[in-house]
């Protein structure tokens, strides 16, 4: 695992928008597979300047998204299709009919099965992940067992807790998700990880180490071939990491 340590967020948004467009610009036609959350929000707010004023060239490329809330329509702006359009697709010249965002609404099992069959036929070059203060990934949550494709999950009351910022109240934020499995995050060519806030405990069992554990999904960063950690440096300190 390569890991960056960046001096700050925005640095850290900046470094992680390199490795992005590196890789769209040598991969015009690339599938990224992309994240929601704050931590990526600066790294999309980067490459949206970077297509506007350096011709950054979107209209090729492909996405997928990790995950989606049960019960939200595309509509909500707490939905992950809204947030995507808002921090990221409204500001690029992709072509949102090339991007994928898993239905949280209607049947369930037919949208997993849909979200199954785009996951099957898509090669994701790069997989974008932020990681919960309880170390999922997607929504991948901690438990005795893991899984490969895309399914349902039970949000664990620690993310429903962290998510209840962005909700008028607690009992608003949803109790299931649907999101690609780890088998889905691990055949991505790449994994990109950024990494900052409150996430000590996560970033710990990551870094400090050899431990790979279902009971900690980001854990399994260690087992890809190419993952690269975008940390930022005060939680770096925090948890005693050094380059
Ligand atoms: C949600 C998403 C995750 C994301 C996590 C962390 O739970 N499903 O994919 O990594 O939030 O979010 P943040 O980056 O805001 O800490």
New binding site residues.
Partial sequence: MKVIIADTYEQGASLAADIIEELVRNKPDCTLGL?????PVGMYKELARRCKEEGLDFSKVTSVN??EYVGLEPTHDQSYRFFMNDNLFDHINIDKKNTYVAKGTGDIEANLKEFNEILDKADIDIQV????PDG?L??NEPGEALYDGAHKEVLDES?IDA?TRFFASRDDVPRYAVTMGMGNIMRAKKLLMIIN?NKEDAARQLLMNDRITTSCPATFMKLHRDAVVVIEKSLADKIGYKA
């Fill in positions: 994240a929601t959350g704050s931590s990790l995950d992940l932020g990681v919960g999922h997607g929504f993310t998510n806030g």
